[in-house]
């Protein structure tokens, strides 16, 4: 079946602009998750819904950063007044349910630069 | 707080070598599960296998080995007969089972790019 699903692939655009990106889930799965990626990096987790609910928002980095899931759907990442720190691949994963022990399974992200 | 440590930046061995990528964590939960990922050049997350805490079994699949030991704090990925196609960076990844559920998502180590030559 189909994988994760994200959209744009790349994104560039100018400091103090907004930018919204969208994770499609694998169906089915209930929970879903944002990580970001700064080059030679690990993943740094950012939220997470089990539903369309996002039960902890303190990963986001600041308050330029708000995400939204429509019901066991789509998500969308937004980023307001982007800076050049923000430029990173923005990953976004699935799985069956919020459950530590569930293997996550993740899209090809997101590469957004910020000129 | 947990932490995950992947000493080897970057480790280049030649085909048909056996490399061995070290992962070292920390915890206070006595309940956690051990993951890795495998991040070839295109870029996507492949999950590799999932290791919980109560299991010190080590797992072979296919060329693929994993050394799990409590007594370290170590999840060690080998790789046996290295191909070119095994070239990616590997990550590490710790989840807590008393983080409440996905709350604090998965803690991943900053990976090991793994080069291997013909």
């Known amino acids: 079946g189909a994988g994760v699903s994200q959209s744009p692939s790349n994104k560039v655009t100018e400091k103090g602009k907004d930018v919204e990106l969208r994770c499609d889930p694998i169906s089915g799965h209930t929970a879903l998750y944002w990580y970001r990626q700064r080059l030679g990096q690990g993943l740094e987790f950012l939220i997470y819904?089990?539903?369309?609910?996002?039960?902890?928002k303190s990963g986001l980095p600041s308050d330029r950063f708000s995400a939204e899931r429509t019901g066991e759907s789509v998500s969308t990442l937004t980023i307001q007044r982007t800076q050049q720190e923000d430029s990173a691949v923005y990953l976004c994963?699935?799985?069956?349910?919020?459950?530590?022990?569930?293997?996550?399974?993740f899209g090809d992200g997101t590469r957004l630069s910020i000129l | 707080a947990q932490k995950v440590t992947q000493a080897q930046t970057e480790i280049s061995v030649v085909e048909k070598e056996d490399v061995t990528l070290d992962c070292v964590y920390e915890?206070?939960?006595?309940?956690?599960?051990l993951f890795w990922y495998k991040q070839p050049p295109s870029g996507e997350l492949v999950f590799l296998i999932r290791?919980?805490?109560?299991?010190?079994q080590n797992e072979i699949s296919g060329r693929y080995s994993w050394n799990f030991q409590k007594s370290t704090s170590s999840f060690n990925f080998t790789i046996t007969a290295s191909q070119v196609v095994d070239s990616a960076v590997y990550f590490c990844?710790?989840?807590?089972?008393?983080?409440?559920?996905?709350?604090?998502?998965?803690?991943f180590g900053k990976g090991t790019h793994l080069i291997i030559q013909p």
């Open positions: 290791r919980n805490s109560f299991d010190e």
């Open positions: 994963a699935s799985s069956l349910w919020s459950g530590p022990n569930q293997p996550q399974h």
């Open positions: 990844a710790l989840s807590e089972a008393g983080s409440g559920g996905g709350a604090d998502g998965l803690t």
């Open positions: 915890t206070r939960d006595t309940t956690y599960y």
């Open positions: 819904f089990q539903g369309n609910s996002a039960p902890d």
